[in-house]
């Protein structure tokens, strides 16, 4: 999979993929892998704050990752949070994604359990579109700001789409996320923690370490 020229992947932003994106930037530069063929799309993005706030999924990404591949720019597709229109938005978005399909999802796994800004309540049937952000989100998010500002809203690929991958990874660390992983993994299988749906995809895999894989129940 990994060794397709022409992936189709969708990636996420946050602190857990960083050393993914450092990676990918080191093999890049080395000549080992390229993105020439590839198309990245964004995950999600969040709105109630500026372009170019350091809590922008497009600002991170570009800074973790984008700057140091080869990626031609018209290859790179994210959800845009001052279009006029957001539903339409969504639409462009959604069938960009679906004229191809993904061959790779990569994923973060929120505190709260959320895929993308797939918050508790969502379901497996829904597709791209706006969204409210959990709380939780929110302070998590203000991480990132530096000057107070912190998103209340969001576009997010939907869980539709994003089970609809061919593959997923799901990269979960730090022993703060051990007891939502085991929930998504091991628990029912529903909206109150929308990472289970995951255990209905035919082929996800999960990279956690020790601390976050700490509660897994094994055996
Ligand atoms: P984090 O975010 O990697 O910054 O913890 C993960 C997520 O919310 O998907």
Known sequence: MVDQPALRQCLPTGATPEPLYAAMVEVVAAGQVSFSRSDVFGLDEFGGVPAGHPARCDHM???QLLSGIDLPAAS????DPEASDLDAECDRFAGLVAAGGLDLGVLGLGGNGHLGLNEPGSVREDVTRRV?????TIESARRYSDDGLAPTWGLTLGLAEILAAAEVWLLVTGAAKADVLAA???GPVGPDIPASYLQEHPRCMVFADNAAASKLATG
């Open 61 to 63: 990404l570009d800074r």
């Open 76 to 79: 790179w597709h994210r959800l």
């Open 132 to 136: 409210e952000l959990a709380p939780a």
């Open 184 to 186: 998504a993994l091991q």
